[in-house]
């Protein structure tokens, strides 16, 4: 999921790129166009004409290249193709003479550390280094036809020490470009888990809602049938009492339902303070029941009498029984039991909570992908599931300073053991 | 002769203000079931003209509860109106492929309620 979201965006950047590749090479053109009518200077000829149409061939059919190659693969193939075109046009507008249009070669260093990674801004410097320097050794030792526009040539050492000056710069460039392109893909992925988590938060929610509005609408609809029947004078008979306190209850259950998933909707509280786990539970299950009750699933809870303190914060931790919860739902589509159950361990330093479902169970090599928390992993295979609060799950249980494993047999079910710190009570 | 209906739907005070509303009128007889599980049992027991039944409840869901009664032979013969708090064009789709005649959303109203059991139930007198 996460290579096919980077794949697609490299394939938009590689196609962004194209296009101002071909820009940039439409500029030079006529600014070589324009120097040869203004300055006399002239660099058009067929091997510019020959660059020209290389570069364009390469990015004309960027659709068609992309969807069949591969595209990590694929774009060292276009950091050689641009550094050799550049590597052409600086010998033809005189090498070691031009040093304006070795500018260009930065542009691709740039470009790997933006679009790429370090080891791409490495494979463009060193090309760059090696091209350059051939370009230049072999233009000054005639190797290949000279073709300075300057009326003298520079002395051996001077051109070594100004290649050895320009391939020294190619590799400080490279590792401010590599560096940036770290701290980019850093930040890109953060930016993707977040989304992701928050896109958990909200298909969790999306989930939830359509149970909590059937039931909510349930009580309106019942509200409304017997407010007609207090209405109608005919009717007055059948316990008048008992209809008013059915609309109250009714009402409250409403209220209480929609309150429920106001807090869940809100931005958690990012606030530490002193939590009742097991209300914190009982909220989740409470949350969570208009969409169980529908199911075939029972949910038991024996819960520590204690009622240990955590610190943490309250609406996080309501987050990860939620997505146990959930996750526990997804993998009973049949009957099933969904246990949940605290108790202090430790010698009472933690609080350990059991959440069990007796569902499908996790294939063992999956296991170890979960326990590290892999971001966006799921063994959930349909599209749209709940997988993902898994990794939300270790995250807050890892924030809060707790652990978590997961025990599971396949065919029978899982148990995620979640143990936090319990709040030490300050010696009086 | 009154005409019974059979109301299936896991809110008991849906049941009971479709039971007063309908007993009302002194057309209807009116059996009420909070879950499917038995339904096809109490089929044959109250024999009923027409069936209400909610679509979304624990245990047995009301689309679950149709298949059961297409396949009973009693049952196949009883025209259906499934009811629902949510109006969602897939369990609509679900419902009348299932064999149900309608499909009303609720708050319903008790005359809208008595001219769609009326109309599925003319033919049976």
Same mark, same amino acid.
């Given at each position: ?428 | ?43 044959? !027991? ?6 209400? @039944? =909610?679509? #979304?409840?624990?245990? &047995? %869901? ?30 609509? !789709? ?6 149900? @005649? =309608?499909? #009303?959303?609720?708050? &319903? %109203? ?16």
């Amino acid at each position: 999921m996460l290579d096919d979201t980077f794949k697609a965006e490299l394939l938009q950047k590689y196609k962004f790129a194209g296009k101002i590749r071909l820009i940039s090479f439409s500029l030079l053109f006529f600014y070589l166009l324009l120097i040869k009518y203004t300055g006399g200077y002239s660099y058009i000829n067929v091997t510019f004409f020959a660059v020209i149409l290389f570069e364009t061939i390469l990015n004309q059919p960027y659709n068609f290249i992309t969807q069949r190659a591969n595209i990590y693969r694929f774009q060292y193939f276009q950091m050689a193709a641009d550094i050799i075109a550049i590597s052409w046009m600086v010998y033809y507008m005189g090498g070691i003479e031009a040093p304006v249009v070795t500018l260009a070669y930065y542009a691709v260093i740039l470009w790997a550390g933006v679009v790429s990674s370090a080891q791409a801004v490495f494979f463009a410097v060193g090309l760059s280094a090696l091209l350059f320097s051939l370009v230049v050794i072999f233009e000054y030792f005639g190797i290949f036809p000279f073709v300075g526009h300057y009326y003298y040539k520079m002395l051996t050492s001077q051109m070594f020490s100004v290649l050895m000056a320009n391939i020294s710069f190619f590799f400080a460039f490279g590792y401010f470009s590599a560096r940036a392109a770290l701290v980019i893909k850093s930040l890109e992925r953060k930016k993707y888990e977040d989304s992701l988590k928050h896109e958990h938060r909200f298909r969790a929610m999306g989930h939830l809602i359509e149970y909590i509005a059937h039931d909510a609408l349930n009580h309106l609809a019942n509200i409304s049938g017997y407010a007609r029947l207090l209405s109608d004078k005919r009717i007055r008979t059948a316990g008048e009492e008992e209809m008013i306190k059915s609309i109250g209850a009714l009402a409250q259950e409403s209220t209480n339902l929609l309150s429920r998933l106001m807090h869940f909707s809100q931005k958690p509280n990012p606030v530490l303070e002193p939590v009742g786990i097991n209300k914190v539970i009982e909220d989740a299950i409470e949350l969570t029941l208009p969409l169980v009750r529908y199911s075939k699933i029972t949910v038991e809870k024996r819960l520590d009498s204690a009622n240990p303190l955590v610190m943490g914060e309250k609406g996080r931790l309501q987050e990860i029984f939620i997505a146990l919860i959930l996750n526990a739902y997804d993998a009973m589509p049949g009957k099933g039991t969904l246990a949940i159950a605290t108790a202090l361990a430790d010698k009472h330093k933690s609080i350990k909570i059991d959440v069990s479902d007796t569902g499908r169970g996790i294939q063992p090599q999956d296991i170890s992908r979960i326990r590290d928390g892999e971001p966006f992993f799921t063994t959930q295979d349909a599209q749209g599931k709940l997988g993902l609060g898994l990794v939300t799950t270790h995250e807050i249980v890892t924030k809060h300073k707790g652990t978590i494993d997961i025990q599971s047999t396949v065919g029978k079910g899982t148990t995620f053991v979640i143990q936090l710190p319990v709040l030490q009570k300050e010696p009086n | 002769m009154k005409k019974k209906v059979l109301v299936v739907d896991d809110e008991t005070d849906f049941l009971k203000i479709v039971k007063i509303n309908l007993e009302e009128t002194n057309n209807y007889e009116v059996l009420t079931l909070s879950s499917a599980n038995d339904i096809v049992s109490q089929v044959h !027991l109250f024999k009923p003209d027409i069936i209400l @039944l =909610d679509i #979304l409840m624990p245990g &047995i %869901k009301g689309i679950e509860a149709c298949e059961m009664l297409n396949n009973d032979s009693l049952g196949e013969r009883i025209p259906i109106i499934m009811l629902s708090a949510l109006d969602k064009d897939v369990d609509k !789709l679900k419902a009348f492929k299932s064999g149900v @005649l =309608d499909y #009303l959303v609720k708050p &319903i %109203k008790t005359e809208d309620l008595i001219s769609k059991i009326e109309k599925h139930t003319q033919f049976k007198q």
